[in-house]
């Protein structure tokens, strides 16, 4: 599973000219999430936090009332950090790299399940699994 992922997201990179692209800039960097963390937030612009993931975690479903409901995220992990449409990894996924974070997530570059760039639009409130992976 974690080879699978890792190769997702070298594939995803090599989909866009072989870079990854940043993540918007932040428009107010949080204070209250801290190195080595990955900080999921209800509202746009980094407020109302509602989870708290450390470079520890792989993979994690999010079940309700936490699902579908991200609107901004940003990760502090040394991992890369992707934010999937589905349960158990699967749909249309985002990255967000090491440093990176969406202020937004209403416009961000997407990826599809085949690797392949779908485009940029929205994932607000879709994201239902996660993952932090090594780069």
């Not at 801290?34 to 708290?52: I, P, S």
């Not at 974070?101 to 699994?129: K, M, W």
Request: proline share 4%; charged share 15%.
């Amino acid at each position: 599973m974690r080879s699978r992922l890792l190769n997702l997201v070298s594939a995803a990179a090599l989909a866009v000219g072989g870079v990854l692209l940043p993540a918007a800039p932040a428009n107010a960097a949080p204070d209250d999430c801290f190195h080595k963390f990955a900080c999921f937030y209800k509202n746009f612009e980094y407020t109302f936090k509602e989870l708290t993931r450390d470079n520890a975690t792989t993979c994690e479903n999010l079940d309700k009332p936490i699902n579908d409901t991200m609107s901004s995220v940003i990760n502090y992990t040394d991992m890369t950090l992707v934010l999937y449409q589905h349960y158990n990894w699967l749909g249309k996924y985002v990255l967000v790299p090491t440093g990176g974070g969406f202020s937004r997530l209403d416009y961000v570059p997407i990826y599809n399940q085949d690797n392949s760039f779908y485009g940029y639009n929205t994932f607000n409130d879709r994201v239902s699994s996660f993952c932090i992976l090594w780069r």
